[in-house]
């Protein structure tokens, strides 16, 4: 029920969207965007108008102009809760520059209240989604990929926490397939950088890391400092053995220079 704009030079708007969006195979869901933004701009017109479409910085801007729009219009603390949303709401494989999205606990993002506040005004965007999943948790997503590609923010925060994101993400694969295997020991954290990297993430940033990934963390930390004890007393019970063994030597010696 709605009419679309026509141009002189550029033709009809939907012709516009429709070679824009085919220019790009991961263009659907930012096509999906541009036509919700572009029915609520026109929709006392009902038409879609090449104004608004300029306005909304095209297909390739529209998704990141939206997401500035509604930060910049949000108070300095809530601003700063950003990159701990994003965080919470994005996957780094290691060794791989791809970012994904994956949905999180409403609890796990929303966090303290800047956090809330930040997740409300995103959902109320459409840049974020909320549902439900089986067990009635609430869980948080993002709307779009398209947001986390497009708009320089987010790439700037994914860029500064790349390290942080592609070790949290390591430690994700190893904890799954220890609990997979019932807990077995020779799947905890080896001692040296792998076992440092578990350590500073959970002692730096621990309430962006999930509880099963902290429960290994803490068993390996648990497992190298006992077996670290165990080395200690192997290491005094030798040496213990090796005075004895000189002060037997020492007597024997001097049993001979009195016979």
């Given at each position: ?25 991961g ?29 909304l ?13 509604v ?8 601003q ?24 999180a ?57 790349r ?9 994700r ?30 002692l ?24 670290e ?5 192997a ?11 000189k ?13």
């Amino acid at each position: 029920g709605v009419r679309c704009d026509e141009s002189a030079e550029l033709g009809r708007i939907d012709d516009v969207l429709q070679e824009a969006a085919a220019a790009d195979p991961g263009s659907l869901p930012l096509l999906e965007f541009v036509l919700d933004a572009l029915y609520e701009a026109g929709r006392e017109r009902r038409v879609l108008t090449f104004a608004h479409y300029r306005a909304l910085g095209g297909l390739e801007g529209a998704i990141a102009r939206r997401a500035d729009e509604v930060v910049d219009l949000l108070a300095p603390e809530i601003q700063e809760a950003l990159p701990a949303v994003l965080r919470a709401l994005i996957t780094a494989s290691p060794g791989d520059e791809t970012v994904t999205a994956r949905p999180a606990m409403f609890t796990e993002v929303a966090g303290t209240p800047a956090r809330s506040a930040l997740v409300r005004a995103l959902i109320d965007a459409r840049l974020l989604v909320s549902d439900e999943d089986a067990a009635g948790h609430v869980l948080v997503r993002v709307a779009h990929e398209a947001l986390l590609r497009r708009w320089p923010r987010a790439g700037d925060i994914v860029n500064a926490n790349r390290n942080f994101l592609e070790t949290r993400e390591r430690l994700r694969s190893d904890a799954h397939r220890w609990h997979l295997e019932n807990r077995n020991r020779e799947l905890l954290l080896p001692s040296g950088k792998r076992l440092a990297e578990g350590e500073e993430l959970m002692l730096s940033r621990r309430e962006e890391v999930d509880d099963y990934v902290l429960e290994y963390i803490e068993e390996s930390l648990r497992a190298y400092r006992q077996k670290e004890e165990k080395d200690r007393y192997a290491e005094l019970a030798l040496i213990a053995a090796g005075e004895e063994a000189k002060r037997e030597r020492l007597e024997r010696e001097a049993e001979r220079r009195n016979l």
